[in-house]
């Protein structure tokens, strides 16, 4: 077997395990990461519906479609 490297990202998340918060700090940096990953996915959404021309218009379609 051979050691796998670290991301970048994992290497910065043990830069911070020496940092003691406190339970509502850390609540909100739990918050703050929720929030990028979140706000990354709606972007790369957003550039997937324009590429493909999607509308509000064909959401409602297809939310109203009946099941078969």
């Given at each position: 077997m051979?050691?796998?490297k670290l991301s970048n990202v994992q290497l910065e998340?043990?830069?911070l395990y020496s940092t003691d918060l406190s339970?509502?700090?850390l609540l909100k940096?739990?918050?703050e990461l929720s929030n990028f990953f979140a706000?990354?996915?709606i972007q790369e959404?957003?550039?997937v519906w324009e590429k493909k021309g999607l509308t509000n218009n064909c959401?409602?379609?297809w939310l109203n479609e009946e099941n078969i």
């Open positions: 051979y050691a796998q998340i043990l830069k339970i509502s700090e940096f739990k918050q706000k990354k996915a959404a957003d550039q959401m409602d379609i």
